[in-house]
Structures are given as C-alpha cells and as structure tokens.
C-alpha cells in the first residue's frame, strides 16, 4: 500500500484561478476505480499500489494538456511502506493518538 499527494499546476492560462482544471482533476478521479481518493486546499491525496498511483498521476498530469494549456508543472510525493499496510487514515490517525497521550 502507498500514499502519495499529487499537485497538478496548470500554467499559461490568462485567468489566475486554477479551479476548472482543479475540478475537471476531481472528475477523473471520481470515475476510476484504482486509487482512492481526498482532495486538500493544497493537492490531492491518494491511496492504493504504486503502479496505480503512478498510472493515475500520469493520467492527471496530461489534464490540463487535454484542456489547451500549454505547460504543465506536477508535484507528487510517494511514501510507500512494505513491512505494513499504512491508510492515509492509519498516519493521521498515527499522530493524533500521540498528541492525545501528552495532552
């Protein structure tokens, strides 16, 4: 199991908002089924195989490509651990209990 947070910046848009090309991203993942899935103010979080997540950040990257832009800048951090399954909700999760034992 891996995690990844994937930031797809669409750049040579004359309009400074990015959130079409931010939405039309939220659609893509919504119709496959091979990662899951959370998005942030500031990227996307992802959960499932590294192949798929790789698979499905190639896909995200080309977006706004598909929508005219011209240049696209991705950021994706990949944390992948193999002696155990680890959720996005597992490290989170991971941290809370910490803060709660110091109170």
Request: hydrophobic share 40%.
């Amino acid at each position: 199991m891996a995690t990844a947070e994937i930031s797809v910046i669409a750049l040579g848009s004359a309009d400074p908002s990015a959130s079409a090309y931010v939405a039309e991203i939220q659609r893509r993942l919504a119709s496959q089924d091979r990662v899951r899935y959370r998005m942030s103010a500031m990227g996307t979080e992802l959960e499932g195989s590294t192949a798929d997540i790789l698979a499905v950040a190639g896909e995200l990257h080309a977006v706004p490509f598909e929508l005219g832009l011209p240049r696209v800048y991705t950021v994706l951090k990949l944390d992948e651990r193999r002696d155990k399954a680890q959720t996005l909700d597992d490290k989170v999760s991971s941290v809370r209990r910490l803060l709660d034992e110091r109170g």
